[in-house]
T-cell receptor, first 112, second 113 residues
Framework: SQQGEEDPQALSIQEGENATMNCSYK?????LQWYRQNSGRGLVHLIL?????REKHSGRLRVTLDTSKKSSSLLITASRAADTASYFC????????????FGKGTMLLVSP | DAGVIQSPRHEVTEMGQEVTLRCKPI?????LFWYRQTMMRGLELLIY????????DSGMPEDRFSAKMPNASFSTLKIQPSEPRDSAVYFC???????????FGPGTRLTVL
């Protein structure tokens, strides 16, 4: 079963608007990561937030983590057409050696 | 650094043929991962290596799939014989540490006719 699941599956906005994507997971984690995938390309790491952190910023990206609700959100402010991509959350499990499990992603379309 | 390098970028083959995908990880990374991505199943971890040693291959779908890492700078994923349901994009990724930031290659799009 999926550890992380993104919501919504698809999101369409206009340039300049903010985009919010959510990720829910099932088991306790050490950290949660967000990745971006442009069409036909590999995934690119955006940001990592640890289980003891609540919020993290990187440029126009803001990630929050609520471990009590087992959820995270990725906010992209002032979106640009170049932000059009799929966004994935990835989690490990807080149980010894654990690899990352990726969700199925949110497809974001930013129209000029 | 050139990043993770994969070859070929595209592969079209006929059912029953052997397919070999190649990966060169980022120098100094001690973990290498092979993933498969499809619309239906998303991104699935097939196998990963630590310091060239296979650690967990539970994601390898069948005995038709095998992977090797003969040295720190090269890994292969082989499918023999290939089947149409193997059609997918295969990614290689590397990292310094197990559940840390992963660096993905551009992927190999495999089509089995």
């Amino acid at each position: 079963s999926q550890q992380g699941e993104e919501d919504p599956q698809a999101l369409s906005i206009q340039e300049g608007e903010n985009a919010t994507m959510n990720c829910s997971y099932k088991t306790s984690i050490n950290n949660l990561q967000w990745y971006r995938q442009n069409s036909g390309r590999g995934l690119v790491h955006l940001i990592l937030i640890r289980s003891n952190e609540r919020e993290k910023h990187s440029g126009r990206l803001r990630v929050t983590l609520d471990t009590s609700k087992k959820s995270s959100s990725l906010l992209i402010t002032a979106s640009r057409a170049a932000d059009t991509a799929s966004y994935f959350c990835a989690t490990d499990t807080n149980s010894g050696y654990s690899t990352l499990t990726f969700g199925k992603g949110t497809m974001l379309l930013v129209s000029p | 650094d050139a990043g993770v390098i994969q070859s070929p970028r595209h592969e079209v083959t006929e059912m029953g043929q052997e397919v070999t995908l190649r990966c060169k990880p980022i120098s100094g990374h001690d973990y290498l991962f092979w993933y498969r991505q499809t619309m239906m199943r998303g991104l699935e971890l097939l196998i990963y290596f630590n310091n060239n040693v296979p650690i967990d291959d539970s994601g390898m779908p069948e005995d038709r799939f095998s992977a090797k890492m003969p040295n720190a700078s090269f890994s292969t994923l082989k499918i023999q014989p290939s089947e149409p349901r193997d059609s997918a994009v295969y990614f290689c990724a590397s990292s310094h540490g197990l559940a840390t930031k992963q660096f993905f290659g551009p992927g190999t799009r495999l089509t089995v006719l």
